[in-house]
């Protein structure tokens, strides 16, 4: 079926198709069979990973809750978009996601059928008890309305996205060359430089929207002051089971020197703010994240006076209420001065997605060991390159980079670390850290300040041969450079 969603004064289709079917046996317990051969090979995961998200995110929860006895539909969106992933599902719920009611939507909503489930920080999720093809077509049809009838700032369907995702792998520290403390990645981008202006301060927060923080690591309890979890049930957004990403994200930001550790961030003095948005399947291989999670983390993350956002993510398709929350962040987030909002480019070499084509977000590139950026059929890992495009800021390092990992992936002798950590999802928080430093010896410089400067004070990338391109953007970041240029 053809539905619309609608962004501000333009409307996107999307098609969308019947996946799986669920059947209800028992009031408590749905079964899931394939409808047709939608899914591939990669049924049975899928499957798995849906069953996880059922239990535990809080709109499907309630959509399974409403299965009748008789068999119901899951929809997914057939991607449309170039910037598309190959491997994404999104799932279609009969919920929507509205910022900012505004007065009498409530009563409006209501005569409509819907009913608001959940409701903080004006993230509202609205809910219609009809499931099936025919609550979705509600779910987006009202959405529509809410927004071209101007009762809410933004509104969209909430879709439950599921994708693959690589995960590090733990390294034993007797592995590593304790004769050298720092990274090649750091070395290229001019740490000790950046170093001797500053570490950073505890004063500058950086969110790092993911899979959770390990704040019990060693060289992140310090780190994290906040943890906050916006998929799940937990009263922290600490990881589990194979969830590892955000700490290796966490560490390349702030990670502490601690006696026998391999490194430390690249902003070690800063505070790090940990949303769990993303929850993983038992196996690590399907990841699943929603919609309401992320703009409720984007909004949190502002209240906890945040100063950076870190993404190590992207999406398929564009969202009307994520960007909504992005573009308040810029606005109105570090009293007026704005966030900056840092996002992965993303690992499939194709165009950037959302939300990296966001305007004003800074989106970053993969480069490799000679500074060019990281291409498939490479010699190093030439099973993904680095994405593209107009939206595309600067490179900086995203192979084999040397970070903190859960505990949950294994045991070393102190904490937990991984050489292998890679793609644009460690060349993010690389650039959130610099931006962190930069911030740390300007408190109140503005979010396009911070953007300018990191990119301006790039290095020529191999094989640039102009101020900017598609591909390399304005170079690989110099954080050294970008923090003495500070100083004049």
């Known amino acids: 079926m053809k539905l619309e969603i609608q962004d501000g004064a333009v409307s996107h289709e999307i098609h969308v198709e019947s996946l799986l079917t669920v059947s209800r046996t028992r009031p408590t317990e749905a079964s899931f069979q394939l409808a047709g051969s939608a899914v591939g090979s990669d049924a049975g995961d899928v499957v798995a990973a849906l069953k996880n998200v059922a239990d535990e995110e809080h709109a499907f929860r309630r959509f399974f809750a409403d299965v009748p006895n008789s068999a119901s539909d899951i929809y997914v969106v057939q991607h449309q978009s170039r910037e598309a992933r190959s491997d994404e599902y999104s799932v279609a719920t009969n919920t929507i996601v509205v910022l900012n009611l505004r007065h009498g939507a ?74 050298s403390m720092l990274p090649w990645a750091f070395a290229k981008i001019g740490a000790n430089r950046a170093w001797t202006r500053t570490c950073g301060h505890s004063n500058i927060r950086v969110a790092v929207l993911d899979d959770g923080v390990d704040d019990t690591h060693p060289a992140l309890a310090e780190a994290v002051i906040a943890t906050r979890d916006f998929f799940g049930k937990q009263a922290y957004g600490r990881p589990e089971g194979s969830d590892t990403h955000g700490t290796a994200c966490a560490g390349l930001i702030a990670a502490r020197s601690v006696a026998g550790a391999p490194m430390q961030g690249l902003a070690p003095c800063v505070s790090i703010l940990a949303a769990r948005i993303i929850r ?31 993404c190590s993510w992207e999406y398929g398709d564009r969202n009307p209420t994520i960007k909504q929350a992005i573009k308040t962040a810029q606005r109105e987030g570090r009293r007026g001065n704005g966030v900056v909002f840092v996002v992965a480019a993303g690992n499939h070499q194709t ?14 590139g993969a480069s490799d060991r000679a500074d060019a950026p990281k291409q498939r059929g490479s010699s190093e890992e030439p099973h993904w390159g680095s994405n593209f495009g107009p939206s595309l800021s600067f490179l900086a390092p995203g192979l084999g980079l040397t970070t903190t990992c859960a505990s949950t992936a294994g045991d070393a002798a102190v904490g937990n670390y ?14 959130s850290a610099a931006a962190a430093l930069l911030l740390t010896l300007r408190p109140r410089a503005k979010y396009k300040k911070v953007r300018r400067q990191l990119a301006s004070t790039c290095d020529k990338a191999a094989g640039q041969t102009t101020k900017w391109s598609q591909t390399h953007g304005y170079g690989r970041l110099n954080v050294g450079a970008a923090l003495w240029r500070e100083r004049r």
Not at 126 to 146: C, N
């Open 280 to 310: 993983r399947d038992t196996k690590g291989h399907l990841e699943a994240v929603s919609d309401l999670g992320i703009v409720n983390a984007i909004k949190w993350a502002c209240e906890e006076q945040a100063d950076v956002i870190s």
């Open 351 to 364: 165009n950037i997605g959302f939300p990296g084509n966001v305007g004003g977000v800074v989106t970053v």
């Open 418 to 431: 991984t050489t292998r950590f890679s793609g644009t999802s460690g060349s993010a928080p690389i650039a």
């Open 106 to 179: 409530r009563s409006w909503l209501h005569n409509q059928g819907a009913m608001v489930i959940d409701e903080e920080r004006g993230v509202t999720l609205v809910y219609f008890p009809e499931g099936g093809e025919r609550g979705i077509r509600k779910s987006f049809k009202l959405a529509q309305q809410l927004v071209r009838e101007k009762r809410a700032r933004a509104a969209a369907p909430n879709f439950v996205r599921l994708r693959t995702q690589s995960l590090p792998e733990p390294t034993d520290l007797a592995s590593f060359n304790q004769g």
